[in-house]
């Protein structure tokens, strides 16, 4: 059965909310606390799964109470888990704070995430071998990343998040990716470092089409989907036909939610992408980018991040 391999990071989150972030040196009171899974991989296969997808997740985990917890969370998501254990290292873990108006700061220590295994990814050949997308983010080292990309099959789609973007990214690992999706300041940060391009950060979602399309077009021959908030996403083709597209670049707009947490949004819109792509593989990729948007919007109406991605019945009665 063609399925999603997620190759990634685990963290558990530790999430508090307060009514406006601290400024330094300065002790708030906290509205509300929550613990419960997170990292950028294992939200994204939860939302996969959630959309349901068959889903397999591969990371690394420490030997410690918290890789039980990890270990019973995706049994519960009926993941087929693929865990690399790292003995004498904690399991990734991360402090957030969201304010009064859903937006985040975010502490990040990656532990075990950062022992994660090229040799271990290429070992799980038997996922790899059925894999209808790839995806993969960047909370461990680059040499995992690339393993999980080059371990595809052909006619997978790799799917590469670059966010946080990597110390060591360049534009031979973008190469080996199908489908791109940075947010604005990611977006800013590859032209930067793979294509000598400086480009205001805040000014991406402004720009004209055509101009964004054109700096889209520098980072190589990947299609990239450019992930702008409260203002949709931008999508840009090389080959727009290998999509099923009938525009070589586009705009889909935001779904029409109120956010109260913004954390893992990114996340959200990542794993139904791979989830859709894997369901429907011959729908346009306009009709993929489209649910993916409500699903996210969807996200940032509750707390937490793998704990908030909706599942498929939740976006069916909202959106129809």
């Not at 972030?21 to 991989?41: H, N």
């Not at 960047?138 to 006619?155: C, K, V, Y």
Request: charged share 20%; with cysteine; proline share 5%.
């Amino acid at each position: 059965m063609s399925h999603v391999v997620v190759v990634g990071s685990y963290n558990q989150d530790h999430v508090w909310r307060i009514d406006r972030f601290p400024q330094p040196g300065e002790t708030r009171r906290g509205l509300d606390f929550f613990t419960g899974p997170g990292g950028k991989g294992f939200n994204q296969a939860v939302a996969s799964a959630r959309q349901q997808a068959p889903t397999a997740f591969i990371g690394a985990l420490g030997d410690d109470s918290l890789a039980r917890v990890a270990r019973e969370l995706a049994q519960a998501e009926g993941m087929d888990a693929r865990w690399q254990v790292c003995a004498g290292t904690p399991t990734g873990s991360c402090g957030i704070l969201v304010d009064a108006q859903g937006q985040n700061q975010i502490v990040l220590n990656l532990a075990a995430n950062e022992q994660l295994d090229a040799t271990f990814v290429r070992a799980q050949a038997d996922l790899f071998a059925s894999a209808a997308v790839v995806l993969v983010q960047m909370e461990t080292r680059i040499e995992p990343i690339r393993a999980a990309l080059e371990s595809a099959r052909p006619g997978c789609v790799r799917l590469l998040n670059p966010a946080p973007v990597h110390a060591q990214i360049d534009a031979s690992l973008l190469a080996l990716a199908d489908l791109i999706t940075p947010n604005e300041t990611e977006f800013a940060e590859l032209l930067h470092r793979c294509a000598g391009v400086t480009q205001n950060a805040d000014a991406i979602a402004s720009l004209a089409d055509a101009e964004l399309h054109a700096l889209c077009r520098r980072l190589g021959s990947a299609s990239l989907i450019v992930t702008l908030g409260a203002r949709g996403c931008f999508v840009s083709h090389a080959d727009a036909a290998r999509w099923a597209d009938n525009a070589d670049h586009y705009r889909v707009a935001a779904a029409s939610v109120q956010p109260r947490d913004t954390t893992g949004a990114g996340d959200a819109f990542n794993g139904a992408l791979a989830a859709r792509l894997t369901l429907a593989p011959q729908q346009p990729l306009r009709d993929a980018v489209a649910q993916a948007v409500r699903v996210a919007g969807l996200s940032t109406e509750r707390p937490g991040a793998a704990a908030a991605m909706p599942t498929a019945d939740e976006v069916r009665v909202r959106f129809g």
